[in-house]
């Protein structure tokens, strides 16, 4: 397998490729050379090649080349495909372009989760360089020039390489797949997986060929009554009968609207306030520490594949698949299950990636599953079952300390365990769901969505800003919720963990600038990281290139666009001390606990 990518100006384009080893090739053309396109075109033939976006752009821009277009051709073909609000492959149509037979391409940007830039990507990873293209796309380069853009190339071509390397499972498990399927699944998502796998068995079992339904954009939706939810409490079954009776409409992209009355609409059940939205139930706590004691027990009751099993016990089926949709579904389902408990990893995670990504396509009015009603269907009844279950728990005694769309944290005292555990047991018989339980010894949140729990082997689970860094979200001073998670689990004292650290990667936040930054009147690229430094004035900060403003946290910071071989000796390590101080005060921990 070749990483190859593309550099395209109206006086140069070069195209580069790079081995297993790291060694790299280039074809180019500069200034009115001719381009050697027999050499292009086998190199575009002879292997398997992987970039990053390249079915949007770069397949587009060498398919164009191999046609003996001029530099300045290529220039105006890759300005019209990023600058025009077109898909790229309707460009690539209108100019009479099309990809040579022959050609065995693989893009990773859809596998990658998320949507960010390669930089981005690269940063997330900790990426040795982080290099913006050197020169303006517009201007004219000299030859000098082109040799640093060529240059630049290969840094991008090192990141593609090591983003590749980090999903490797998944281009590996989409391999297999694709053999099973009979189509190539190198580059599509987890959604775009499910769609074509499901749509392959339909198809298979129908005789038929599926197409999209068409909605149109005014149209409204209505949410059913599951028939499985029922309140006590009298001003929850109001707001359970005003979803029933609402007419839900749809946006631009075909997913459904939440209407600002339930956004707006808090649900009080004992201590507890919830909201409801179109993507799940959420509970509101802020800065809350909760722990488990001698005589109290914290856990976690978790809905088990909360969306397809709603999915199936309401029968729900898009209308284009009336009879055929569900059999498939429940034997994708079945097999996932019984692949699962035979140890068959392969086929378990595959169909996972089915069963699971099936249902973000509910929503997409482009996809052969598009059914917004079922969207809403799915996600409502999963909230109105919890919003039961923690009436439910509340009603005897147990408090719900956190909630977020398939489960809900409880603090009880052990002696209520049986109680609790007839509740569920009960719940589970009224919806047909499955609750699986996890044990905490401890609970800090600075909200919903950033936590730290402890459990009772003293490892810790974390979520958002409180979690590490990974490839959907952005480094952001590591070293902080690393230090905090080992002072709320006893691992180690808050402040050893930041004073004895020697990786810097742990240290660095990393932000996108929209057009660019500065750093002391230089520029240094629209990815941007920097870490806090002693040696710099604590007024003085990262900059905005197009308005001098600064870059959000960072006063006192320095750029660190290289990674360096040793632990910088002016980091201010003592700043970072007292960042983790103000974690621990915002999720509820004292130094002596909750």
């Known amino acids: 397998m070749l990483i190859f990518d593309v550099e395209c100006y109206r006086n140069f384009f070069h195209v580069a490729f790079m081995n297993a080893a790291g060694r790299v090739a280039s074809v180019e053309m500069r200034d009115d050379e001719k381009l050697d396109v027999a050499k292009l075109a086998h190199r575009m033939r002879s292997e398997t090649l992987l970039g990053f976006n390249n079915k949007a752009y770069d397949d587009i821009i060498i398919a164009a080349a191999l046609e003996n277009r001029t530099c300045a051709e290529l220039k105006a073909l890759s300005d019209k495909i990023i600058k025009s609000n077109l898909p790229s492959w309707r460009v690539a149509q209108g100019e009479g372009i099309r990809k040579p037979r022959g050609w065995d391409t693989i893009d990773i940007i859809e596998v990658l989760p998320g949507q960010a830039s ?76 499910a769609e074509v796998v499901l ?38 079954s109001d707001i359970f009968k005003q979803i029933c009776a609402h007419d839900f409409e749809l946006s631009g992209n075909g997913s459904v609207k939440m209407p600002k009355w339930l956004s707006d ?50 029968g729900l089926e898009p209308e284009n698949m009336i009879g055929h949709f569900l059999p498939v579904y429940q034997s994708i389902v079945t097999r996932r299950l019984e692949a699962k408990h035979t140890g068959d990893k392969v086929t378990a995670n595959t169909l996972k990636i089915v069963v699971n990504g ?42 719900v300390v956190s909630a977020n769309t398939d489960g809900v944290v409880i603090f009880a005292p052990k002696a209520m365990n049986g109680d609790i555990e007839q509740v569920s047991f009960d719940w589970q018989m009224d919806t047909s769901y499955e609750l699986e339980r996890t044990e905490y010894r401890a609970l800090y949140s600075r909200d919903v969505n950033s936590y730290i729990a402890v459990k009772p082997d003293g490892s810790t689970k974390t979520k958002g800003a409180l979690g590490a860094s990974s ?62 430094s002693d040696a710099v004035e604590p007024d003085q900060g990262i900059l905005y290139k197009i308005n001098g403003n600064k870059v959000p946290k960072s006063d006192g910071a320095r750029p660190l666009m290289d990674l360096p071989d040793t632990f910088p000796p002016d980091v201010e390590r ?16 004292g130094e002596r606990g909750a």
């Open 118 to 193: 390669l930089k981005i990507y690269g940063a997330r990873i900790g990426s040795a360089k982080l290099q913006d293209l050197p020169y303006e796309p517009s201007a004219t380069l000299t030859h000098a020039q082109m040799d640093e853009v060529g240059a630049y190339c290969v840094n991008d071509l090192r990141v593609t390489k090591a983003l590749a390397d980090t999903i490797a499972p998944q281009l590996a498990l989409r391999v297999d797949m694709g053999k099973q399927y009979g189509v190539d699944l190198r580059s599509k998502s987890d959604a775009q997986i």
């Open 199 to 236: 749509k392959s068995e339909i198809e298979a079992q129908s005789k038929t060929t599926l197409r999209p339904l068409r909605i149109d954009d005014d149209a409204t939706v209505r949410y059913a009554d599951p028939g499985i939810v029922s309140f006590d409490d009298p001003a929850i």
């Open 265 to 314: 609409t808090m649900i009080k059940i004992g201590d507890g306030a919830y909201q409801m939205g179109i993507g799940g139930l959420h509970s509101t706590e802020k800065g809350q520490g909760v722990r488990a004691g001698k005589d109290h027990m914290l856990f976690e009751l978790d809905v088990a594949s909360y969306y397809p099993s709603i999915i199936l016990q309401q």
């Open 358 to 399: 099936s249902f973000g396509k509910l929503g997409s009015k482009f996809s052969n599953l598009y059914a917004p009603n079922l969207m809403i269907q799915t996600t409502i009844t999963g909230q109105l079952c919890l919003l039961m279950l923690i009436e439910r728990l509340t009603a005897i005694g147990a408090k």
């Open 471 to 532: 490839l959907s979200k952005n480094p952001d001073f590591g070293i902080v919720a690393e230090a905090v998670a080992a002072q709320v689990s006893g691992q180690a004292d808050f402040r050893d963990v930041i004073r004895d650290c020697e990786d810097i990667r742990k240290f660095v936040s990393v932000r996108k600038v929209t057009g660019g930054a500065t750093w002391q009147g230089k520029p240094i690229g629209k990815s941007v990281r920097f870490y806090y």
């Open 574 to 589: 003592e700043r970072y001390v007292g960042m983790a101080m103000k974690v621990l005060a915002g999720i509820g921990y």
